[in-house]
């Protein structure tokens, strides 16, 4: 079974990782996924280091409810601590399947990230009808492609 949601996954360019049955909340995982996508490792790393510590709110957009405005410009923000280390091991692990196939790690850009409802697991509790929630995550990095600025300002110039 191929869980691989990403059609143009090209194996020697990229890396991921992937995460089933994980014991945190899908809608706060579905946030800091949108929260995380299309920054660099490094960065992203550094977020959630600020969001563990309280001293960045993860902006919600999504599923607002409940959620007060924060300092800034973010709006609506919480600090899911618990997802933020379970991105956070991800994202290290993504780094060393990166390493284990040579890319070169200081500029992983993190360009797809999947977030799914795992199965329904019965809790045995008092209270009857409760079920455990589990996510499933997939991330996808590719090493990020450096802009070539003084090339382009070269070919305006030549052309007009």
Request: no cysteine; charged share 30%.
């Amino acid at each position: 079974m191929n869980m691989l949601s990403m059609k143009n996954y090209n194996k020697e360019n990229m890396a991921r990782v992937l995460a089933t049955n994980l014991r945190i909340s899908t809608k706060y995982s579905i946030e800091m996924s949108n929260y995380l996508r299309g920054k660099t490792i490094t960065r992203a790393q550094y977020l959630l280091d600020k969001v563990i510590e309280k001293q960045m709110a993860m902006p919600v957009k999504r599923f607002t409810d409940g959620a007060g405005h924060k300092k800034g410009k973010i709006g609506p923000g919480k600090f899911p601590q618990k997802i933020a280390l379970e991105f956070k091991k991800l994202l290290n692990s993504i780094t060393k399947n990166a390493q284990t196939k040579s890319i070169d790690t200081n500029n992983l850009e993190i360009i797809h990230i999947s977030v799914n409802k795992g199965r329904e697991q019965y809790r045995a509790t008092r209270h009857r009808g409760r079920t455990m929630k589990l996510t499933h995550i997939e991330i996808v990095a590719h090493p990020k492609k450096k802009e070539k600025k003084s090339e382009d300002k070269k070919w305006l110039k030549d052309n007009s």
